[in-house]
């Protein structure tokens, strides 16, 4: 089926549920008989950026389909765009088949790249065009993580646009991911109400690309103007004759190598008798390319995305042939405790051999069955408990959790003739983001705008976004079809989890600032490097003698991460949610921190708690399985 039909197809599937009439007030009929002619006509005299949703449509967009430009295409932003529905109003129709699928998205983003824009009066491109424009040992078949993006989203932060990463974020959970195609991304919220947290994932495109340094500020989300090279999109690849003139491109699929080897390091680190174990085996080190099922790729059109696997619950007591793996806790000492947590000391301030917090609040009893220390003494023997836990000389019960990171490639079925150079793409797969809506870049803008500075909010830490980092990238990852690292020393230079565009046009469109309702599953709403983070770590290998980014100095398991940074009003993937109203120090920084306060009902309604004894609420837990403080006495 040519690109051209499948887009007929989408308009007259979409059409009766109100974007027929919505295009009509563009002057666009996607009705037509002669869909071809519709979509290249000039309707710039007739498309109403005044239309809810289409304020950041760029301003010198004039059609329906720009050829080779989907940021001007007036029906992909109408399909794409979170921010337009069908509804009267272009408030939200429930109906679900009302909107485009991920796979129809992908249709039309192809039709846009393909060579079937002969009546459009654009010169078709061939091979010819990127011989003439571009130099071809700049160029490369890439794989990044995209978006199509609010204009406020984007990298220009005026007009809606894809941004482009070679980075992308997936989070673990414990049920299948839910996508909802009024968002055009997926959530992060079960659906019918049930007690689990979907999967996240993150989607992947391939593309020819242009290796250069960042010329305008557009071209890199907050460009730093730091003389690297980045790797920019210029043209989508997908199989089949339709993508450039007289060129076939092979049929291709993704796939992919993962990487989970928190234990190994924890182990190595702080010299742990193996005990008989394995530590170059599962689950102390799993891999893909070992069998280990940390994710799978799901194909959609010619993109994929991927998929952390799930479990019912997000961690587990690890074991290796059976065998429940523990460790003989040491005494406190030499800096080897925070709080509760065992803590293996970093490395040349603050480069992480492993993970850096490790629970160690679960005996492994003589007869092989786990208790929670914290149940072996009641509440009056806290001390007790603490005691136990600064003492050691139990054997502590270890946890895996899905955590890994990894690479994506694309494996053709045949010779590539554009070029043989491939470069993968990064994949984080890390934990749940409880704040969805609210990315690390937001908190960035939001400090800027009030003229504040990070300690005046953040106890410990500060919003550091992921896409600013120009670490190296794990070079433990290997490709998924030979030994080789996916990831080359230079790769600090190349600036892998940087957020670029395809391309920059002038445009006269305003800020439009609007609540946004889509999920980023880029690294702008990762967190970086960050002690104690939560996305990703700074690693230090002894071996290499050299620091890289990894999921391995993540916490083990990662919530134990998690709470401590609750409890500190720290950061990690957007915000933390607020548990300083439990734990208030006013000596932090002089001031009593908090960063993005929670309500009671967020928190959880203590069963003393005054509106629960007056029967005005029910007793209940908060988003981390407790409950909330209160007040006792008058005050």
């Known amino acids: 089926m040519s690109s051209l039909t499948q887009l007929s197809d989408i308009c007259q599937r979409l059409a009766p549920f109100g974007w027929a009439a919505l295009l009509k007030r563009h002057g666009l009929n996607i009705e037509a008989p002669n869909l071809e002619a519709e979509i290249y006509k000039d309707i ?48 939200i129709v429930d109906n679900q088949d009302a909107y485009p699928t991920l796979t129809e998205l992908d249709a039309l983003e192809n039709f846009i790249f393909s060579s079937h824009h002969g009546a459009s009066g654009v010169a078709v491109r061939d091979k010819t065009f990127f011989e003439e424009n571009f130099q071809s040992d700049n160029l490369s078949i890439t794989v990044f993580a995209y978006q199509y993006r609010a204009g406020i989203r984007s990298v220009n932060e005026r007009y809606a646009d894809f941004v482009y990463s070679r980075t992308g974020v997936s989070r673990v959970g414990t049920a299948g991911p839910v996508y909802v195609p009024a968002r055009r991304s997926f959530w992060t919220i079960p659906e019918n109400g049930e007690d689990t947290i979907p999967v996240l994932p993150a989607r992947y495109g391939l593309f020819l690309a242009e290796k250069r340094l960042a010329t305008r500020r557009e071209d890199v989300l907050r460009n730093p103007s730091d003389n690297r090279d980045y790797n920019f999109p210029i043209h989508k690849i997908f199989s089949g004759d339709d993508c450039i003139r007289n060129l076939n491109i092979p049929d291709f699929e993704f796939a992919e190598n993962h990487l989970s080897e928190k234990l190994k390091r924890a182990f190595e680190a702080i010299n742990v008798p193996q005990n008989g174990f394995d530590i170059n085996h599962a689950p102390f080190l799993t891999s893909s390319k070992s069998g280990g099922k940390l994710v799978s790729l799901e194909p959609v059109g010619s993109s994929a995305i991927l998929v952390p696997e799930h ?46 917090y490790m629970n160690i609040r679960f005996q492994l009893m003589a007869d092989d069955t786990v208790e929670n220390v914290s149940d072996q003494f009641p509440a009056a023997r806290h ?88 670490s190296r990238i794990n070079p433990f990852i290997e490709l998924p079809d030979s030994g080789n690292a996916a990831f080359s020393e230079n790769t600090q230079t190349e600036t892998v989890v940087a957020i670029v565009s395809m391309s920059v046009f002038s445009n006269s469109n305003s800020i439009v600032t609007k609540d946004h309702n889509q999920v980023s599953f880029l690294t702008d709403a990762a967190s970086g490097v960050f002690a104690p983070g939560w996305d990703v770590s700074l690693v230090f290998d002894r071996g290499l003698n050299k ?24 950061f990690w993937p957007a915000v933390a949610p607020d548990a300083s109203q439990t734990f208030i120090d006013d000596k932090v920084n002089g001031v ?44």
């Open 44 to 91: 710039s005299a007739t498309i109403d950026r005044n239309i809810l949703g289409f304020e950041d449509f760029i301003s010198s967009g004039r059609r329906a389909v720009e050829p080779y430009i989907p940021c001007k295409s007036l029906l992909f932003h109408a399909f794409s765009s979170p921010n337009v529905h069908p509804g009267p109003g272009n408030s």
């Open 311 to 356: 479990e019912e619950t997000l961690v587990s007591i690890a074991e290796q042939d059976g065998r429940k793996i523990s460790f003989r806790v040491p005494a406190r000492g030499n800096n080897n405790r925070f709080s509760t947590s065992f803590q293996i000391p970093t490395f040349g301030g603050g480069l992480r051999l492993g993970p850096e």
């Open 383 to 470: 001390n007790d408990f603490l005691t136990k836990v600064r003492t050691g000389g139990y054997d502590a019960a270890l946890f895996t959790d899905k955590t890994c990171d990894g690479c994506i490639v694309p494996q053709f079925a045949g010779p590539n003739p554009l070029t043989d150079k491939i470069l993968p793409a990064y994949s984080l797969v890390t934990a749940p983001d409880f704040f969805p809506l609210c990315d690390q870049l937001e908190i960035v803008n939001w400090l800027a705008e009030n003229r504040l500075t990070a300690n005046e909010h953040f106890a410990f830490g500060a919003p550091r976004p992921l896409f600013n980092d120009r």
């Open 547 to 570: 620091s890289f980014l990894s999921s391995s100095g993540l916490g083990s398991p990662f919530p134990e991460d998690a709470k401590l940074c609750a409890a500190l009003n720290s």
């Open 592 to 635: 009593i921190p908090t960063a993005f306060p929670m309500m009671n009902s967020e928190l959880g309604y203590h069963q003393n708690h005054p509106l629960v004894t007056t029967g005005i609420k029910s007793a209940s837990t908060g988003w981390d399985g407790e409950q909330g403080p209160f007040f006792e006495g008058d005050f």
